[in-house]
């Protein structure tokens, strides 16, 4: 607080680091060779499958389909905020803030030594058909949030707030590592060209409440009794 005014200023700043994407990395990399054995077999008319024997048709092993950067790192974000809240007459408050997000060594995922549909490959002999993950991805949100509140005041609060944001990010994903084709870079010589609005970019949010209660029915001087306080006392509307 200020002295002498009822102008109050706050901040705050903080870093997160997400320590949950080994879970994921860790599911991935239990199904690849040498920790396990995958096959691919086809049901066929001159070999059918069934139930009974489901490994009657030639299989053809499968590779690697999953890789890691081994320079990979624990992705983290960092979180700033300033505030600035004053009092109202009429029980009103306002605060006005602006919030920072900065997101550094995010997953990014792609697809190595891959080419455009119809071009020659350029290089036959390069490893190819898995997906490989690297922490080079990085993110950033700015907001800014106008916030109008009533104090509880003749049985009536209510808060009002108003939000700009934007946010944007070359990231695969914020949930985790995963081999849906929606994560991969569509260049991986070009990991850059992916930056672009998040997935969860919402520019404009306006959010209200209100709410309104009878209380215990004073009106006139004296409690509101009889059939009156039954239908008037202790309602809440929201």
């Given at each position: 607080p200020i002295p002498g005014s009822s102008l109050v200023v706050r901040a705050a700043y903080g870093i997160y680091r997400n320590t949950n994407v080994y879970q994921s990395i860790t599911t991935l990399l239990a199904q690849q060779p040498p920790l396990s054995t995958a096959f691919s077999i086809p049901n066929t008319a001159e070999h059918p499958l069934t139930l009974a024997n489901g490994f009657r048709a030639p299989s053809t092993g499968l590779g690697n389909t999953f890789a890691v950067d081994p320079d990979f790192r624990v992705g983290s974000s960092h979180n700033w905020q300033a505030s600035v809240q004053r009092d109202l007459p009429a029980s009103l408050t306002v605060n006005l803030t602006y919030?920072?997000?900065?997101?550094?060594?995010?997953?990014?995922?792609?697809?190595?030594?891959?080419?455009?549909?119809?071009?020659?490959?350029?290089?036959p002999t390069c490893p190819a058909g898995f997906v490989f993950l690297t922490s080079d991805g990085s993110s950033t949100r700015h907001a800014g949030q106008l916030q109008v509140r009533r104090r509880l005041r003749n049985g009536l609060t209510a808060t009002v707030q108003y939000t700009v944001a934007k946010a944007e990010d070359n990231a695969a994903s914020f949930q985790g590592a995963n081999l849906g084709s929606q994560a991969?870079?569509?260049?991986w010589l070009d990991l850059d060209a992916e930056w672009g609005?998040?997935?969860f970019d919402q520019r404009h949010l306006v959010a209200a409440s209100f709410q309104y209660?009878?209380?215990?029915g004073v009106a006139g001087g004296a409690l509101v009794d009889g059939w009156r306080g039954?239908?008037?006392?202790?309602?809440?509307?929201?």
């Amino acid at each position: 607080p200020i002295p002498g005014s009822s102008l109050v200023v706050r901040a705050a700043y903080g870093i997160y680091r997400n320590t949950n994407v080994y879970q994921s990395i860790t599911t991935l990399l239990a199904q690849q060779p040498p920790l396990s054995t995958a096959f691919s077999i086809p049901n066929t008319a001159e070999h059918p499958l069934t139930l009974a024997n489901g490994f009657r048709a030639p299989s053809t092993g499968l590779g690697n389909t999953f890789a890691v950067d081994p320079d990979f790192r624990v992705g983290s974000s960092h979180n700033w905020q300033a505030s600035v809240q004053r009092d109202l007459p009429a029980s009103l408050t306002v605060n006005l803030t602006y919030l920072g997000t900065k997101g550094t060594h995010l997953i990014q995922e792609f697809l190595p030594n891959t080419y455009p549909a119809g071009a020659v490959n350029p290089c036959p002999t390069c490893p190819a058909g898995f997906v490989f993950l690297t922490s080079d991805g990085s993110s950033t949100r700015h907001a800014g949030q106008l916030q109008v509140r009533r104090r509880l005041r003749n049985g009536l609060t209510a808060t009002v707030q108003y939000t700009v944001a934007k946010a944007e990010d070359n990231a695969a994903s914020f949930q985790g590592a995963n081999l849906g084709s929606q994560a991969f870079a569509q260049n991986w010589l070009d990991l850059d060209a992916e930056w672009g609005p998040s997935s969860f970019d919402q520019r404009h949010l306006v959010a209200a409440s209100f709410q309104y209660t009878t209380g215990v029915g004073v009106a006139g001087g004296a409690l509101v009794d009889g059939w009156r306080g039954t239908l008037f006392k202790n309602w809440t509307i929201t």
